[in-house]
């Protein structure tokens, strides 16, 4: 029965009607948005694929010792 609840904090995207972010607002954002949050998603994204990219060149170049195949992703 919680999911019908109130108490409930998750958002269905799907679902009709306003939706209740945090504190009693109906938006998701405040004032300014910090651009912080958006480069540290960015640079571990291209941190994971540019290991990725180095694992799969090392596998293809047949260096299946190498550090980069080895390492875990």
Same mark, same amino acid.
């Given at each position: 029965?919680?999911? #019908?609840?109130?108490? /409930?904090?998750?958002? /269905?995207?799907?679902?009709?009607?306003?939706?209740?972010? !945090?504190? !009693?607002?109906? #938006?998701?954002?405040? !004032?300014?948005?910090?651009?912080? !949050?958006?480069?540290?998603?960015?640079?571990?994204?291209?941190?994971?694929?540019?290991?990725?990219?180095?694992?799969?060149? %090392?596998?293809?170049?047949?260096?299946? %010792?190498?550090?980069?195949?080895?390492?875990?992703?």
């Amino acid at each position: 029965m919680a999911y #019908f609840s109130k108490q /409930n904090n998750s958002i /269905n995207p799907y679902a009709v009607g306003n939706k209740i972010y !945090g504190g !009693g607002r109906s #938006f998701p954002t405040m !004032g300014p948005v910090d651009k912080m !949050g958006y480069r540290e998603r960015d640079a571990k994204a291209s941190a994971r694929r540019s290991a990725v990219l180095r694992r799969l060149q %090392a596998q293809l170049n047949g260096k299946d %010792a190498s550090a980069d195949v080895i390492r875990k992703v």
